[in-house]
């Protein structure tokens, strides 16, 4: 069967560095997404990983390692309204996305 | 952030009621997705249109109905719920090109079954 999994809940503080996990067994690897959720909005896009290395986007930085089955989601200098779910999802070799349940992070003062 | 929109935003309903949900796109995408997601579970895909034509459906129950009138407007229609239904049901829509194709989500509907 596929599956992602990334943990449930994390906390970090304000102003610190945190790194979300995903680690994945898909049939086929076509990309691999990163979204945030804000409790009752939509899910928001942060970034795509197809290549292994690293994608910088400003404060948050995805990794990819294919051949693991892995990515991380590096989010610097953490504020107040990065509280949110973080969701990863991989695209199969159908092109369908294959979603992990998300990971809570909770930013403490 | 106004590309994908939905209608309710809140929806109660018993199980013998019949509605439906809306969504739509002002993105110019040719790809519309319904999702439901419940609470602490992974995404689940439902149905998915491309250019108007359902090309998935993720055995999913008959008493959810889809409809895609054109490609910037996609319907969810409901009848005969299930207590286990309720959930938060998410559009999205995308430009199916084979690269790289980002989702993206309208704001869900909360959808409560009693």
């Known amino acids: 069967g596929q599956n992602i999994d990334q943990p449930t809940e994390m906390t970090a503080t304000e102003g610190a560095i945190v790194q979300i996990n995903c680690t994945y067994q898909?049939?086929?690897?076509?990309?691999l997404f990163w979204y945030q959720q804000h409790a009752g909005e939509a899910p928001t896009f942060l970034s795509y990983?197809?290549l292994d290395g690293l994608e910088e986007k400003g404060r948050f930085s995805s990794f990819l390692s294919r051949s693991k089955g892995y990515s991380y989601l590096l989010l610097k200098e953490l504020q107040m309204k990065d509280s949110a779910s973080y969701l990863c999802?991989?695209?199969?070799?159908?092109?369908?996305?294959?979603w992990g349940a998300g990971t809570k992070l909770i930013i403490k003062p | 952030e106004t590309g994908v929109t939905q209608t309710p935003r809140h929806l109660v309903m018993g199980m013998t009621n019949k509605k439906s949900l809306k969504c739509e796109q002002h993105?110019?995408?040719?790809?519309m997705y319904w999702y439901k997601q419940s609470a602490k579970k992974p995404l689940e895909l439902m149905f998915v249109?491309?250019?108007?034509?359902?090309?998935e459906n993720n055995s999913v129950p008959s008493r959810f109905s889809p409809e895609c009138p054109n490609s910037s407007h996609l319907f969810l229609h409901l009848h005969t719920l299930q207590p286990e239904d309720s959930a938060l049901y998410l559009c999205?829509?995308?430009?199916?090109?084979?690269?790289?194709?980002?989702?993206?989500f309208g704001p869900g509907t909360r959808l409560l079954v009693l």
């Open positions: 993105l110019g995408h040719n790809a």
């Open positions: 249109y491309n250019f108007k034509e359902q090309t």
């Open positions: 990983n197809v």
């Open positions: 999802a991989v695209r199969d070799s159908n092109y369908q996305l294959i």
């Open positions: 999205a829509s995308s430009q199916a090109s084979g690269d790289q194709e980002t989702q993206y």
């Open positions: 898909t049939s086929g690897f076509n990309g």
